[in-house]
């Protein structure tokens, strides 16, 4: 496992009828025999258990921080002033509050910048409307696009983990607002926003059993690595834009002639570029988009096909980690591991088969 390091500007994953006779009593067909389960599967096994039945008894509450900041955005609130508030925020969502029906409406995340862009691109003549956008549209310009929009959901945040983690991986949110009932009022309000990073490094931290988690990810088959997006240093950043869109995908591997990995576009990075909301800067190539990222850019992250499972929970522990991206010893390219990958195998792996076990 290691962070590799980064310089933006530079270069360098039917039975058949007879079966099914009457057989005369007293003849029995033998059962067949089961494979006995190895020591490293029965830890796997166990491992992912314990996390289960933590995620089951810890609710959202649990993982949010002893203070912490919440922005909240009206949805009669322009585009343009809601990109500022990030920014100056250093934050890269919000959820969205409806005023008029006093109701949750949503949450705004860099996906419905990166769609106005893509809305920008295919109708020029827009361009002069852009900045009088409000959020209230920004719907409109999804069905305009023709992406399939995330759907709008939350949860009470006195609800298991277990139980939002589920709804996460069935809406595709990468993050989900937090919901609670207003005692005096009976109105809905919004609490805060739980993570997958957040959840996952709760896990990392409380569950010692990940250390269980010792099978390698090529015996998993956790992540992707076929059909991977990818770019090179020299792609206009527009191009990387509708690959982000049209894929829905959050980030795109940056890669030299030889395949190996320089770099990692990031939704987020788009952001950045229009901050003032000068869209003149989406006419630059990736590398020179990625010199413009703020200083304290953690780098990304890899890792490789070899790596535990435990190991990969030991990272996320330590660092700031969205995305693991698999490579070879010479550093090319071989997959990508997100972190709905990792929610998803840890909640839905062998499910099925747990009461079949002893």
């Known amino acids: 496992m290691a962070s590799l390091p980064v310089n933006p500007g530079h270069e360098g994953f039917v039975r058949k009828s007879y079966l099914l006779a009457q057989r005369p009593r007293g003849q029995s067909q033998p059962m067949p025999h089961a494979e006995p389960e190895s020591a490293i599967e029965r830890d796997q096994r166990i491992g992912l258990q314990r996390i289960r039945d933590f995620l089951k008894v810890r609710t959202s509450y649990d993982v949010l921080p002893l203070s912490f900041r919440l922005i909240i955005f009206d949805t009669a609130l322009l585009v343009k002033k809601s990109l500022t508030i990030l920014i100056q925020n250093g934050i890269v969502s919000a959820p969205l509050w409806d005023s008029k029906t006093s109701s949750f409406a949503g949450l705004l995340t860099t996906s419905d910048y990166l769609n106005l862009i893509q809305y920008y691109w295919q109708n020029p003549e827009a361009v002069s409307r852009i900045d009088q956008f409000k959020l209230n549209s920004l719907r409109d310009i999804e069905r305009a696009i ?203 792996e062998g499910e099925g088969d747990d009461s079949k076990r002893e």
């Open 146 to 348: 023709g992406v399939q929009p995330l759907e709008t959901v939350s949860i009470h945040p006195q609800k298991p983990l277990y139980e939002a983690c589920r709804r996460m991986l069935e809406s595709r949110a990468r993050r989900m607002p937090l919901v609670d009932i207003d005692d005096e009022t009976k109105r809905a309000m919004v609490v805060s926003v739980v993570t997958q990073y957040r959840i996952l490094k709760f896990v990392a931290v409380n569950v010692s059993e990940t250390q269980l988690l010792r099978k390698p990810l090529k015996h998993l088959k956790l992540g992707t690595y076929k059909n991977l997006e990818t770019a090179k240093m020299e792609t206009p950043v527009f191009e990387v834009i509708h690959q982000l869109v049209n894929s829905a995908i959050s980030s795109v591997p940056i890669l030299n002639s030889d395949g190996v990995v320089t770099n990692v576009f990031e939704a987020v990075d788009v952001i950045t570029l229009i901050k003032d909301t000068n869209y003149d800067n989406l006419n630059l190539n990736v590398g020179e988009a990625l010199q413009r990222r703020q200083e304290d850019f953690p780098g990304i992250y890899t890792c490789y096909i070899d790596d535990r499972l435990d190991t990969v929970f030991d990272t996320i522990r330590k660092s700031r980690v969205h995305r693991l991206v698999v490579v070879d010893e010479d550093n090319r390219l071989i997959g990508l591991l997100t972190l709905s990958d990792i929610l998803e195998y840890i909640l839905l």
